[in-house]
């Protein structure tokens, strides 16, 4: 297998990729926290018992795919077309 370097890539490849990098480290960041959130509200739906804290519960899970799907969007297959 052939391997493309970083440097071969045209600009607008090379800033799709920065891009893409950042973009999956700052949701990754965001899901990490949105799992302690899901965490933390699961515990308190549960000693409390209350259906506002369960609609919390439900808020975060819904928060939790959102940010799931974000992170895999970037992730998408690419050809080698871009290559100079």
Do not use: G
């Not at 391997?3 to 799709?16: C, G, I, P």
């Not at 515990?43 to 439900?58: E, G, P, S, T």
């Amino acid at each position: 297998p052939t391997q493309v370097e970083y440097k071969d890539l045209n600009r607008e490849t090379q800033w799709y990729f920065r891009h893409t990098i950042s973009a999956v480290a700052y949701m990754s960041a965001c899901l990490a926290i949105t799992v302690l959130q899901v965490i933390k509200a699961s515990i308190i739906a549960y000693k409390v018992r209350k259906w506002i804290h369960f609609a919390v519960v439900f808020e975060t899970i819904f928060s939790f795919i959102s940010i799931i799907c974000s992170v895999l969007n970037p992730l998408t297959d690419l050809s080698c077309d871009f290559v100079r």
